[in-house]
């Protein structure tokens, strides 16, 4: 491959990375949002442990998205929460402080994207 087509090649990829990167953070808000309604649904013993389950399904999707797209404050906090929701000796206390350090790295970033 020719070093011009290589170069183009490499544009047309920085290119699409950077529209990804924009879908994901035009798609942070309603992720949290997502996320503090379930946190609400911890409040009650009845609900928590499928809030949980769903908690951790979606900070499973981040941590594998997010740093793949340079967001790796992000991929930090959702594994970390991702592993403690997914924890069922783990005290809904701890649960919610991951939890809510994930919403605050992802707030961040929109605070970020907005200026």
């Known amino acids: 491959m020719s070093h011009d087509l290589q170069l183009k090649e490499r544009q047309r990829i920085d290119e699409a990375i950077a529209t990804l ?16 309604a379930l946190l609400q649904y911890c409040r ?11 908690i951790a399904r979606k900070a ?3 941590a594998g998205v997010a740093p793949s797209l340079g967001f790796d404050a992000i991929g930090d906090a ?9 924890d069922i000796s783990a005290s809904p ?4 402080q991951r939890v809510e350090a994930l919403l605050d790295e992802m707030e961040v970033v929109l605070d970020q994207d907005a200026i």
Not at 78 to 86: K, S, V, Y
């Open 93 to 96: 206390a701890s649960v919610v």
């Open 78 to 86: 959702a594994r970390e929460a991702e592993t403690i929701a997914g």
């Open 60 to 62: 499973h999707n981040l």
């Open 21 to 36: 990167r924009i879908k994901f953070v035009d798609t942070l808000e309603e992720r949290i949002l997502d996320i503090e």
């Open 44 to 54: 009650t013993a009845e609900n928590r442990s499928r809030a949980f389950q769903e």
